[in-house]
């Protein structure tokens, strides 16, 4: 998935704003037992668990309606005078409340 979001960014110069314009199927399609679904955000990769993995990964009485693990690329400045790039990834966590999707999805 990476890989198809780099090759994105070197054919076009700016990262693919979703799935389908990474040429990656749609994020529900893509899952599994323990993945609900995976989805592109402006390059950003959002990999979203199941509901019911999250009682195992939330501290007791914290409250989220979903578990996310985001990859975001970093393209570093390069000097004009050179094509070459590298996208690094770094990866976090985070829970989304029931509030902060509801607004995600209220921007689409």
């Known amino acids: ?13 700016y990262l693919p704003a979703n799935n389908l314009a990474a040429g990656l199927a749609k994020a529900e399609h ?6 609900q679904r995976i989805e592109v955000e402006q390059g950003a990769v959002h990999i979203v668990y199941r509901d019911e993995l999250m009682s195992g990964w939330l501290e007791e009485g914290q409250q989220a309606d979903k578990l996310v693990l985001s990859l975001r690329p970093v393209i570093p400045r390069q000097p004009q005078e050179t094509e070459s ?24």
Do not use: P
């Not at 893509?30 to 993945?35: L, W």
């Not at 976090?92 to 921007?107: E, I, R, W, Y």
């Open 1 to 13: 998935m990476t890989k198809s979001i780099t090759e994105y960014y070197a054919w076009h110069g």
């Open 85 to 108: 790039f590298a996208i690094s990834w770094v990866c976090g966590n985070a829970t989304l409340t029931k509030t902060a999707m509801q607004d995600k999805n209220a921007g689409r």
């Open 30 to 35: 893509i899952a599994g037992n323990y993945v």
